[in-house]
DNA sequence: TGATTTACTTAACACCGTTAAGTATTTTTG
DNA sequence: CAAAAATACTTAACGGTGTTAAGTAAATCA
């Protein structure tokens, strides 16, 4: 049936139109500044036509979450050059604050608002795919610093959420502006590395 | 003038009318659902009286967010009487843990919400009074840690900003159900306080 | 008593997410 | 080929939001 097919594909297509703009708008005007109506003002559709291709707000901002995922991943696209775990442990702590301090409204995204969160519970599949894939990195490199005795045994989960927990609190504290009065503005970001650098170093010194 | 003075007071008790309204619907239905307009019906005036009080809804949610910094304190009344500061670090950390899981709305406000630092922006003193407050504390109680040489030597505003960031990155990482695939949902909080006391641990064992 | 200030409200503006109902157009079917 | 059905889309509305301009009634001042 080419007819249908055809049909089908003019379908996607008007759907990743709808996703484009949602992007370009996301970019411009971050979270708060996104509305259904202005993606439909973008495309020259009436809002309803966007509801015809995603369920409501928050799928499209699970798209946008997700792409956020992929953009992030792209900042570690050379970390498996380096050989020493513990280096790629700084390392990749280094590329996560990067990452959120790029792109603070696609963090924001991903790690600090409900709304992916609340279209990720309706899922069959229910899996966090993004975050569980970040965190496996993660964890890998963790055990294999373990395994080569570079930092201290323990709990691998632990050790991922400590690690996790410090450099999405720098990065959200940053970006949401609670850093003002611990150190000067043009300071936050070296002393950020310098925390990173203090805690992965503390492991590995002891 | 009595008459004026009698006025003034009138005034106050409206406006403190309209932050116990305040405090009552956003306990009851936190960030999201809280409105000017269920301000009024709760007190029974039309939302533009609010207005007369309050510059907008962002200084009604500034008020709360400080509010919530009392509320805060009292997670710490005893904290003094624990004499080797670094079980005070260690209490710390596990009170600031307590309360953010206790009262997330309030910690949404306090440490995640842009709203209440768009107000001070606006203040003439723009000074984070309850953020600073908190701050001074954990940084006399790393101070004094370092004087009796319990952690190793080193920056105080680094050391703050590694500990606040983990436990803030912890907290704010559960209340936003982003731990759902590291840990078991009813492992979250031992595997958190696990987490703050293995970095205090490794700070103290070097 | 008349003018002015105070305290408050009504009504509106410009948005928002979402949905029920309607309208052409195209495709399928008898 | 015509009628029925499905498709693709829109209009209009519902109920909500923060905020403000303009108006009103009562209290105070001169």
């Known amino acids: 049936m080419g007819i249908s097919e055809r049909k089908e594909k003019q379908k996607a297509e008007l759907k990743q139109l709808i996703l484009d703009a949602s992007v370009k708008l996301f970019a411009a005007e971050g979270y708060e500044g996104f509305s259904m109506r202005k993606i439909a003002d973008m495309i020259e559709y009436s809002p309803t ?61 991903m790690f600090i608002l409900p709304a992916p969160m609340e279209t990720l519970k309706t899922k069959l599949d ?7 894939d970040a965190l496996q990195v993660l964890k890998g490199i963790i055990s294999e610093c373990m395994e080569r005795k570079l930092i201290q045994p323990g709990d691998v989960n632990v050790m991922a959420m400590a690690i996790w927990g410090m450099v999405h609190g720098l990065v959200s504290l940053a970006i949401r502006d609670r850093f003002a009065k611990l150190v000067d503005v043009c300071d936050v970001i070296p002393t950020m590395y310098k925390a990173l650098h203090w805690m992965v170093n503390v492991v590995e010194e002891k």
Not at 78 to 97: M, Q, S, V
Not at 126 to 132: F, S
Request: proline share 3%; hydrophobic share 35%.
């Open 49 to 109: 036509t966007v509801y015809l291709h995603y369920k409501d707000k928050n799928e499209i901002l699970f798209e946008l979450h997700e792409l956020g995922f992929q953009k992030m991943q792209s900042y570690n696209m050379d970390l498996f050059d380096i050989a020493n775990p513990l280096l790629r442990l700084h390392k990749l702590g280094e590329n996560y604050i990067r990452f959120g301090l790029d792109y603070p409204e696609f963090y924001n995204l």
């Open 126 to 132: 229910c899996n966090w795919k993004g975050g569980d």
